[in-house]
C-alpha cells in the first residue's frame, strides 16, 4: 500500500499568486482530510469529504481557500490569491473507518 | 468548546528513563481518543485508538490508557528512536473530525 500521496512536497511562491496542493488518498477510503499545520496553532482541519461530497467546511479560512474531489481518487486544495500567512504544512489524510492515515504533507512558503 | 489539552510540552528523557505524557480532554460525547507520533518533516503515524474508560493498548515500550477525563501515553525504558512529537486527538459523537493537541515532544538522550 503506497499510502496517502501528496504532491509537491515544498512550495515556493510569491503574495499573490495562485497554489494548488494535491492528494490521492489510500484506496478504498471513503473519508479524505485537509489539515494545516503551524507552530503557533498546531494542526488543524480545514476540510473534509465523504464520498467525495464535502462535509465540514468550517476550518476553511477564508474565501481564498477552496477544496475539490472530483472523483474518489484524488483531491486539490487550492489558495488563491496566496498570503505570506498561509505559509504552513498542509496534510491531506484518509479513513475508512476512525483511523486516519496522513500523508508526508506539502510545505508551502509565501514570500 | 471541545478541547484537548497535552501536557508538558517538551520532556526530554536519558534513555532508559520511564515516563507519561498526559492528553486531557473536554468534549461533548467522546467517540475515540487517538495517539499519534510525528517526526519532524513527516506526517503524524497512527499509534492507538482507544475507545472507553479503563480501556488500555500496548506497542513495544508504549503503553496508551484512558479515563473518563484524560489519557496517558506511558513510555517504558525509552530508546532515542523514541524522540518525536506525541500528538493526542479526539473523535466526538458527531463523528468524522479529530481535534488534537498541540503535542509532546519528546527527546531522549543515549
Known amino acids: 500500500d503506497a499510502g496517502v500521496i501528496q504532491s509537491p512536497r515544498h512550495e515556493v511562491t510569491e503574495m499573490g499568486q495562485e497554489v494548488t496542493l494535491r492528494c490521492k488518498p489510500i484506496?478504498?477510503?471513503?473519508?479524505l482530510f485537509w489539515y494545516r499545520q503551524t507552530m503557533m496553532r498546531g494542526l488543524e482541519l480545514l476540510i473534509y469529504?465523504?464520498?467525495?461530497?464535502?462535509?465540514?467546511d468550517s476550518g476553511m479560512p477564508e474565501d481564498r481557500f477552496s477544496a475539490k474531489m472530483p472523483n474518489a481518487s484524488f483531491s486539490t486544495l487550492k489558495i488563491q490569491p496566496s498570503e505570506p500567512r498561509d505559509s504552513a504544512v498542509y496534510f491531506c489524510?484518509?479513513?475508512?473507518?476512525?483511523?486516519?492515515?496522513f500523508g508526508p504533507g506539502t510545505r508551502l512558503l509565501v514570500l | 468548546e471541545d478541547q484537548v489539552t497535552q501536557s508538558p510540552e517538551a520532556l526530554r528523557l536519558q534513555e532508559g528513563e520511564s515516563s507519561s505524557l498526559n492528553c486531557s480532554y473536554t468534549?461533548?460525547?467522546?467517540?475515540?481518543l487517538f495517539w499519534y507520533r510525528q517526526d519532524p518533516g513527516k506526517g503524524p503515524e497512527f499509534l492507538f485508538t482507544?475507545?472507553?474508560a479503563g480501556e488500555e493498548k500496548e506497542k513495544e515500550r508504549l503503553k496508551a490508557t484512558l479515563t473518563k477525563k484524560e489519557s496517558f501515553l506511558h513510555i517504558t525504558a525509552p530508546k532515542p528512536e523514541d524522540s518525536a512529537t506525541y500528538l493526542c486527538?479526539?473523535?466526538?459523537?458527531?463523528?468524522?473530525?479529530?481535534?488534537f493537541g498541540q503535542g509532546t515532544e519528546l527527546s531522549v538522550k543515549p
Open positions: 484506496s478504498g477510503h471513503d473519508y
Open positions: 482507544l475507545y472507553s
Open positions: 469529504f465523504n464520498n467525495n461530497v464535502p462535509i465540514d
Open positions: 468534549v461533548s460525547g467522546l467517540r475515540g
Open positions: 486527538a479526539v473523535q466526538t459523537s458527531q463523528g468524522g473530525k479529530l481535534i
Open positions: 489524510a484518509s479513513s475508512l473507518h476512525e483511523t486516519q492515515y
